[in-house]
């Protein structure tokens, strides 16, 4: 099946001389949802910005659902929703003016129901004759979301699309995404909470410095990067570490309370069963102990730590 | 989809409602302003001035009322109307849809061309409790407040595009055009100048605008109804000329 977003050789300089993008091949399958990660300024918003048609591409081509987003761009954005990071809305209007607007923009003649199933959908139907100024944030959000889906888009983009909503909005979104994937909408979204792509995302991108540096099937990529931490909490705490473990990789925590491992959990080794025997053998006795898997934020900071050796201030775009 | 007839409409109506919501700023204070004018220059000045051309000087200044108005209307709604979404940043939803570059202008200059052909006439029904209008061509006077309105939309479309403040935004229209209008025959004919401020004068494009649009009310006119008809079009060319080159190469629109 081809691919419903194709993007070949798209990189972006701007005036200034800055390379917000170099070259991007990248392509992201019928129904799938992707996530896009990356510290501030990785050139995620630049990507999607090229998608939409806000940003002209330097060089590459990019087709959407079979259209040439320059050569085709009425078919090729007809199909793509986007929600923007900021929130920029027309603060006068009505929630549903707006969205009826959104709607006719894209080329789709009204149809009042099923701007109402969207508003129910993102509980705005309460809202719909409110001013879009008298809203709070997560509203507002919503309101964005709202005029996306307005015209019915195959692609949808979300540019951090919970960033400054609270907890239950955005385990809606979530649920609202779910929703909206099983409909069969391809949906690329970049988030500043990594656990948000790893709820969601089928697969997972990391750009950095305009360069995609990796993309992988989500569950692949916490399986191959993965590590996993061993932490054991001791019967009686240690002052320090025993030398007889120098050969394991341990790090003693909660004031001599605690022994954290962290090992490799596709090695053929892990080191597990010898540390227990040699604990065991120094008499060092444990009440309970519990394993946890890497998350898909700690892969992403250690990429970006060995791609830049700096730390990461923030996963934003 | 060969053209997004929906979406010219729904940015169409989008403008409209805007100016729906404005709707009694906007049409009350040409009225307050062309009775002012009438009360200064029609009732005060007027009564003492002879005519201009054999129509009386109350007339005579209804058509560069009427064009002051259309001028400042055309240029503040054009720019206006495609600043705001630049400036609220909702100007992305413009770039992502599905629409060419020709039905975005249609929809924004159609929508400002509009409220000023609305406040025109409007202004022309001020006059008309003020002093007794004639229009000897009706349909001439039509085109030419259809085709001033369009152009002035353009031209203010453009100055929205280029701008990057409301101060910016202000520039043009306040030092430019309104000197320019003041200056353009609205109130006196160019005939009454001495020789050498009637040849400055003619270089003042604004001139053929009115005068054109005066000969469409009372059948004279300073320097040709042609003459008028063909500057009038060379500026709308221009102007279209360049709303297509700003919109083919993203200028001040796309990064």
């Known amino acids: 099946m081809p691919p419903v977003i194709d993007i070949q050789g798209i990189s972006k300089t701007y005036k200034g001389g800055l390379q917000a993008l170099k070259t991007v091949d990248l392509q992201i399958g019928k129904g799938e949802i992707f996530a896009l990660l990356g510290p501030n300024g990785a050139g995620k918003t630049t990507l999607i910005s090229i998608i939409c048609g806000i940003v002209t591409p330097s060089t590459g081509t990019v087709i959407a659902d079979g259209h040439d987003i320059q050569s085709d761009y009425r078919r090729a954005r007809s199909r793509i929703g986007l929600v923007p990071q900021e929130l920029t809305t027309d603060a006068f209007e009505t929630v549903i003016a707006t969205v009826t607007f959104s709607r006719g923009l894209f080329g789709k003649a009204p149809n009042p129901g099923f701007v109402e199933k969207v508003l129910r959908d993102l509980s705005l139907w309460e809202k719909r004759n409110d001013k879009i100024m008298t809203l709070s944030g997560g509203m507002k959000r919503r309101v964005m979301i709202a005029k996306a889906l307005s015209h019915e888009p195959d692609i949808l983009f979300l540019d951090e699309p919970t960033a400054g909503v609270d907890v239950e909005l955005r385990r809606d979104m979530w649920e609202l995404v779910r929703r909206l994937r099983e409909s069969g909408v391809t949906i690329i979204l970049t988030t500043h909470y990594i656990e948000e792509a790893e709820e969601m995302a089928d697969r997972v991108g990391v750009i950095l410095k305009g360069e995609l540096i990796l993309v992988e099937e989500k569950t692949a990529l916490m399986k191959k990067l993965g590590k996993k931490t061993l932490t054991l909490n001791l019967q009686d705490p240690l002052a320090s570490l025993p030398p007889e473990l120098g050969e394991w990789d341990l790090t003693l925590r909660a004031e001599g309370n605690e022994l954290e491992y962290v090992f490799d959990s596709n090695a053929e080794r892990t080191g597990v069963p010898s540390l227990l025997r040699r604990l065991s053998d120094l008499g060092i006795a444990f009440k309970d102990l519990n394993t946890r898997q890497s998350s898909l934020e700690d892969i992403f900071v250690s990429l970006v730590h060995r791609d830049t050796g700096a730390s990461v201030q923030g996963v934003g775009a | ?255």
């Open chain 2, 1 to 255: 989809m060969t053209f997004n007839g929906w979406g010219v409409w729904a940015l169409y109506r989008f403008e409209m409602a805007r100016f729906g919501r404005t709707i009694f700023g906007s049409l009350v204070t040409p009225v307050i302003t062309t009775a002012l004018y009438f009360v200064v220059f029609g009732s005060a000045i007027g009564s003492r001035m002879e005519e201009v051309g054999g129509v009386p000087y109350g007339a005579f200044i209804v058509p560069g009322l009427v064009m002051l108005s259309v001028f400042t209307q055309s240029i503040f709604n054009g720019s206006f109307g495609i600043y705001f979404p630049k400036f609220t940043g909702t100007i992305y939803e413009i770039l992502s849809a599905p629409l060419s570059p020709l039905e975005t202008v249609t929809a924004y200059v159609g929508a400002a061309a509009s409220k000023s052909m609305l406040v025109g006439l409007v202004t022309l029904a001020t006059a008309a409790l003020f002093v007794p209008l004639q229009v000897q061509h009706p349909l001439a006077m039509l085109g030419f407040l259809l085709l001033i309105s369009v152009t002035f939309s353009l031209f203010g479309f453009i100055i929205g595009l280029v701008s990057n403040s409301f101060e910016q935004l202000q520039f043009i229209p306040m030092l430019v055009v309104t000197p320019l209008t003041f200056l353009g025959g609205a109130f006196y004919s160019i005939d009454m100048l001495p020789a050498a401020w009637r040849t400055v004068t003619l270089f003042n494009p604004v001139v053929y605008l009115i005068d054109g649009f005066r000969w469409a009310f009372y059948g004279v006119s300073d320097v040709g109804v042609e003459i008028s008809v063909a500057a009038m079009a060379t500026f709308f060319l221009i102007c279209l000329g360049v709303v297509g080159w700003m919109f083919k190469t993203g200028y001040r629109l796309k990064n």
